[in-house]
Structures are given as structure tokens and as C-alpha cells.
């Protein structure tokens, strides 16, 4: 029997003809067009050939990191004044209204991979704001692994798959971290109840890095910024998470777009955490090292404003796999600190961009600015929004165009910021500054909590060799006698000769 189309469904019908991408109509989608009913197809059949071409093109490169994620858009509002230490726009006054796109992720699995796994999670928010776009890149963790960019590449070779049995590899992972002590601060933050969150709308969000703010008259000061859950912290334990791996692989993905479907719209109360420039040696540990935090007691939480995710994306592609966060994108009143990843995201983010959606990344209209680029670029694969048209691509011209604002040193970047040294390779030298937070975090661990880190970490350093094991012990041991006790009961339990 022929095909019948449901052409007299209103929601099929109304969305009209079928075209081909050359918006001719097309007369059958079932069948391609053979010489004879049994003969071969013919390479005239535009439509048939159309179809395969741009379907055989779909994937583009995912994510090298953070592959596995779920957008939302939403409004950020100021609630409090903070316009006496940046003159950022978006944070001008109280009720001011910025429109946002945030995008959670976990960090080392494959697209298809379980939003359950054990793994940090990213917290990225685009700010379109009226002098361009602030991304705010961080994790639901305020530390990170490692404190220099040169490490990166090869830490998260270790995270990943073996290269030979392209199974994920429990002495890579394990043997680069016992290697690297700087680690232990985050390594005993993934394997707490902390390391598997309940969904993306549990978790908080920090911008792990100290960036800087820079007041109208160019003073400026240190900040670190933190995204708190309005509702509440949850979290699997090992057990959930292993067993929704299977049973439910995209339970964040679901969670959070059912909640903003239904109209129950997750907020995160907004926060900084301000260090004057003269306090900044004078904390016992380099404030731009992110393997570390700020005491809140000392540095406490000044209130900021309130991010609300409140609209689904229409298009998963379009909006969340073509989103592109950067560290580098900053507005007059927020910069950078000498934090040493930080200087290396700010190069890695648009370069992989680049690579991953084209040079013209930023004309894609989740990328793009809404007070619109203004510039001489031009040019390049994919150059879709009218390219400049016929204004000067050149600068200083004498026909108009974009000018530069001259605003030198005056919002952009701080004044009297100085840096002084010779150049060369100056490496963290490890010292017991490097374990005292590690220690203080397991110790505000209850029996419970910490019974359970342990055997977080016994679960997974198990499946290294005892070299490495008794490597990683050693640090464990050197955060905190009862630390290295706990896990190595554990590693015992499951049969390790260590
Ligand atoms: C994603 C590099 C450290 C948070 C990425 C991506 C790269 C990258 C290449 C993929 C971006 C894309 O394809 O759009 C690096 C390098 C680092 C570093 C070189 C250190 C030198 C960090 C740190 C944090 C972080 C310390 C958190 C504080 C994120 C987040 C994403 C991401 C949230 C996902 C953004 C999104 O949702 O699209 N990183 N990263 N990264 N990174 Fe990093």
C-alpha cells in the first residue's frame, strides 16, 4: 500500500511544504527516483543526495572536555549594590536585569556518557550584557586538580581512556594524581558525598580562580564568585549514582529540563568574596593558586544578585552544543588575575571554539553579543551576518566605522597593578601549606561522610597497582593521620596488599 501522508494532522500540515535546503518543494520523501522500478538511482535525484550529503555532516567535534551537558536560559537580577567596586555594567544598580544562558556539564566522560558519573561539574553563565558578554566558567567545586595550564593537557589524558585499551584506566588516573599532590584538596572534594550531585540544580557553582573587579576611578580588587543553590545541596551516594549509570543515564539532563518545563524555575543566590590588593600576600598561600580557597570567616560572602534558569532551549544543537563559554570574555569592570590557569584558559577556550564551530563561532546566535559585534573583522568560513556589508574593514580610516573607546586603564584594566621578576619557569614548590586545606575540609566531615569518602576512594584506587596505591596513601596520610588510616582499612577490605 503507497505511503499516506498525514498531511490533514494541523500540527504536521502547518508547518508547510517540504523543501529541499534549496527550498524547492519535493514531491516524495518515501521513495528516490530509479531508472525503471527496479533499476539503479540516479545522481539526478537532488533530494535524495541532499539528504545523505548534509546528513553524513552532522556531527561536528564534541567538547574535549565537558562533552556531556544541558543549557538553560534565564535572568540574572542585582539585589545588591556592588556598583562602588566595578563599574561592569549589568551590576549598575539593584534590580538591574541581564539575560542569561547557563550550561551545566560533568567534565570527562563522552557525550553519551551517565550524567551520574563521579566527576566535577561545569557551571559556565553567559551574561548578555550591554557592553558585550561575560562567561563566568567554573565548577561546582571552588578548586581545581592542578596549578598550571602546562599540566592540563596531560591530566586529562589521564581522566579518559587508555590509549591502547581505550578503557577508562584506573592507573593513569591514580598514577598522574599521586604524582601531583596539589590534587588532594579537589581529589577529596570528588570523592565526598560531593562528587556525585543530585542533579544539576543541587550543586553549587564557583568561579574557582580569583578574577579582578575594577572600579570607575580604575581601583580594584580581588574576587572570587559563588553561585549557591536556592534548592539545597543533594547529592547520590556511590550507590544511586553507580545504579541510575544504568537505570537512568541522563537523570540530570531530565531533572532540570522537566523542573523549568513544569514552570518550578532553579535559582542560585549570587555572592562574592572581596581580598583588598594589600591583603593578597598576606594569606600564607598565593591567592591566585586555584588548588586553594578563601576562609569565609575572613572573607565573607558579600550578597550580589540572583541567576533564575527559566526557559528550556527550543533546539538542543542550536543553543547548548553550539554554546561557546570562555574565561576570556570579560566586560569593562571585571579582569583577569597572574592565576596561572586562568591565563591559560583564556588562550584555550576561543581556540577550541575555533576548531569546534569556526572561526566565526561568535556570530552563531547563541555566541553572539546583544549589542552586536562592531569591528573590522571579516571574512572566514561560515561568515553569516552580512559581513560587515560595506563599511571601512580597516582602522584608522577617514570614512567612519568603529572607534576605540580610549578607555585605557581606566575599566578594563586596574591601575597600579604591577608585576616585577625575571622571566623563567618558577614552579609551586609543594610545601604543607598544599595539605592544610585538604584537612580542614575532612575535618568537618562527620563519621559518616568521612567513612564513606573513604570508600569512594578505596572503590577506585583499588583498580591501581600498589605502587601507585601506596603512593597515593602516602598523601592521604599526609593531609591527615586518620585520613590514611580510613582508606587504607578500605583498600585492605577489597583485598589490596599495600
Ligand atoms: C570546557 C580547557 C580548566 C571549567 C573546556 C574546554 C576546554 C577547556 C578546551 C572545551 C570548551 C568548548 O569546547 O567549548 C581548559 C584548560 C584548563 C581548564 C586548558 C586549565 C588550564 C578549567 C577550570 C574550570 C573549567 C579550572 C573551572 C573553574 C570548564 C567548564 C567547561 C570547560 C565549565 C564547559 C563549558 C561549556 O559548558 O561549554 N575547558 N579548562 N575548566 N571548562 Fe575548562
Known amino acids: 500500500m503507497a505511503f499516506q501522508h498525514p498531511k490533514d494532522t494541523p500540527s504536521v500540515s502547518s508547518y508547510g511544504v517540504l523543501t529541499t535546503s534549496n527550498g524547492n518543494p519535493v514531491e516524495t520523501n518515501q521513495t528516490s527516483t530509479t531508472a525503471g522500478p527496479s533499476g539503479p538511482i540516479l545522481i539526478q535525484d537532488f533530494h535524495l543526495i541532499d539528504k545523505l550529503a548534509h546528513f553524513d555532516r552532522e556531527r561536528i567535534p564534541e567538547r574535549v572536555v565537558h562533552a556531556k551537558g544541558s543549557g538553560a536560559h534565564g535572568i540574572f537580577e542585582v539585589t545588591n549594590d556592588i556598583s562602588h567596586l566595578t563599574c561592569a555594567k549589568f551590576l549598575s544598580h539593584v534590580g538591574k536585569k541581564t539575560p542569561i544562558f547557563t550550561r551545566f556539564s560533568t567534565v570527562g566522560g563522552e557525550l553519551g556518557s551517565a550524567d551520574t558519573a563521579r566527576d566535577p561539574r561545569g557551571f559556565a553563565v553567559k551574561f548578555y ?25 596531560d591530566f586529562i589524558h589521564t581522566q579518559k581512556r587508555n590509549p591502547r585499551t581505550h578503557l577508562p584506566d584506573s592507573d593513569m588516573f591514580w598514577d598522574f594524581l599521586s604524582l601531583s599532590p596539589e590534587s588532594i584538596h579537589q581529589v577529596t572534594i570528588l570523592f565526598s558525598d560531593r562528587g556525585t550531585p543530585n542533579g544539576y540544580r543541587h550543586m553549587n557553582g564557583y568561579s574557582g580562580h580569583t578574577l579582578t573587579l575594577v572600579a570607575a576611578d580604575g581601583s580594584f580588587k580581588y574576587v572570587k564568585w559563588h553561585f549557591k543553590t536556592d534548592q539545597k545541596i543533594k547529592n ?18 531530565r531533572d532540570l529540563f522537566n523542573s523549568i518545563e513544569k514552570g518550578d524555575y532553579p535559582s542560585w543566590s549570587v555572592y562574592i568574596q572581596v581580598v583588598e590588593p594589600e591583603q593578597a600576600n598576606k594569606l600564607g598561600f598565593d591567592l591566585f593558586d586555584v588548588t586553594k580557597v578563601l576562609s569565609h570567616k575572613d572573607f565573607p560572602l ?12 527550543e533546539n538542543y544543537f542550536a543553543e547548548t552544543e553550539q554554546s561557546a563559554f570562555s574565561p576570556s570574555n570579560m566586560v569593562p569592570g571585571i579582569a583577569p588575575t ?8 583564556l588562550f584555550s577556550y576561543p581556540d577550541t571554539h575555533r576548531h ?20 573590522h573583522q571579516r571574512d572566514g568560513f561560515m561568515s553569516i551576518n552580512g559581513n560587515g556589508g560595506r563599511r571601512p574593514n580597516y582602522e584608522p580610516n ?15 584594566y586596574p591601575q597600579n597593578m604591577t608585576v616585577s621578576g625575571n622571566i623563567g619557569a618558577s614552579p609551586y614548590v609543594l610545601s604543607d601549606i598544599d595539605f592544610v586545606q585538604a584537612a580542614n575540609l575532612y575535618n568537618i566531615f562527620n563519621e559518616g561522610e568521612k567513612n564513606r569518602l573513604a570508600s569512594n576512594i578505596a572503590d577506585g584506587l583499588t583498580g591501581a597497582q ?5 603512593r597515593q596513601l602516602a598523601i592521604f596520610y599526609r593531609v591527615d593521620k586518620d585520613y590514611g588510616r580510613r582508606v587504607e582499612a578500605e583498600l585492605k577490605k577489597r583485598g589490596s596488599n599495600i
Open 302 to 313: 558579600i550578597p550580589v544578585g540572583k541567576m533564575t534558569l527559566n526557559r528550556n532551549p
Open 338 to 345: 597572574p592565576d596561572r590557569m586562568l591565563q591559560g584558559r
Open 356 to 375: 569546534r564551530l569556526g572561526p566565526n563561532f561568535a556570530q552563531i546566535p547563541i555566541n553572539s553579543p546583544l549589542n552586536g559585534a562592531n569591528n
Open 129 to 153: 550584557t550591554e557592553e558585550g558578554n561575560w562567561d563566568m566558567v567554573g565548577n561546582n567545586t571552588p578548586v581545581f586538580f592542578i596549578r598550571d595550564p602546562v599540566k592540563f593537557p
Open 398 to 412: 577617514s570614512f567612519g566605522g568603529p572607534y576605540q573607546t580610549n578607555n585605557i586603564g581606566t575599566s578594563t
Open 466 to 470: 600498589t605502587f601507585i596505591q601506596k
Open 236 to 253: 547520590f551516594y556511590a550507590e544511586e549514582a553507580t545504579k541510575l549509570a544504568g537505570t537512568d543515564p541522563n537523570h540530570a539532563t
